[in-house]
C-alpha cells in the first residue's frame, strides 16, 4: 500500500504561482517503479487529468488546458513529485490530487483515473480574480 500526501495548495491571484508537492510512503516502496499523475476536481465537475510523469521522469504529458502553464517533476532520491503552476486563472481552482501507478519501465501516457493503484488526499488551489 502506497501513501500519497499532497501539500503547498493554497489561495492565489489570477496570474500567479503555486508549487504543489505530493510525497509517498510505503514499507518497501521503489517509488522509481511508479508512474505519477496529478488530477484536480472542481465542485460540481468530474476529475479532470492534469500532468503526467513516467518512471524516470523521461516521459511527460499535459492537457491543452494547462500545457505551458504547469511542469511535472519528480524526485525518486526523495520519493516526492511535484506539480509547478504558473500564470494561474480562476478556473484552475480546484482540489488537487496526486495518484500513483505501477509502471516500472514503461513510459505510456496514463490520463483516466482507472489507470492509477493509489490517490492522496487532495490539496485545494484556490485562484482570485
Known amino acids: 500500500q502506497v501513501q500519497l500526501v499532497e501539500s503547498g495548495g493554497g489561495l492565489v491571484q489570477a496570474g500567479g504561482s503555486l508549487r504543489l508537492s505530493c510525497a509517498a510512503s510505503?514499507?518497501?516502496?521503489?517509488?522509481?517503479?511508479?508512474?505519477m499523475g496529478w488530477f484536480r476536481q472542481a465542485p460540481g465537475k468530474e476529475r479532470e487529468f492534469v500532468a503526467f510523469?513516467?518512471?524516470?521522469?523521461?516521459?511527460?504529458y499535459y492537457p491543452d488546458s494547462v500545457k505551458g502553464r504547469f511542469t511535472i517533476s519528480r524526485d525518486n532520491a526523495k520519493n516526492t513529485v511535484f506539480l509547478q503552476m504558473n500564470a494561474l486563472k480562476p478556473e484552475d481552482a480546484a482540489i488537487y490530487y496526486c495518484?500513483?501507478?505501477?509502471?516500472?519501465?514503461?513510459?505510456?501516457?496514463?490520463?483516466?483515473?482507472?489507470?492509477?493503484?493509489?490517490w492522496g488526499q487532495g490539496t485545494p488551489v484556490t485562484v482570485s480574480s
Open positions: 510523469i513516467s518512471w524516470s521522469g523521461s516521459n511527460t
Open positions: 495518484a500513483a501507478a505501477f509502471r516500472p519501465h514503461t513510459v505510456a501516457v496514463l490520463f483516466t483515473s482507472p489507470d492509477y493503484e493509489y
Open positions: 510505503a514499507s518497501g516502496l521503489s517509488f522509481s517503479q511508479y508512474a
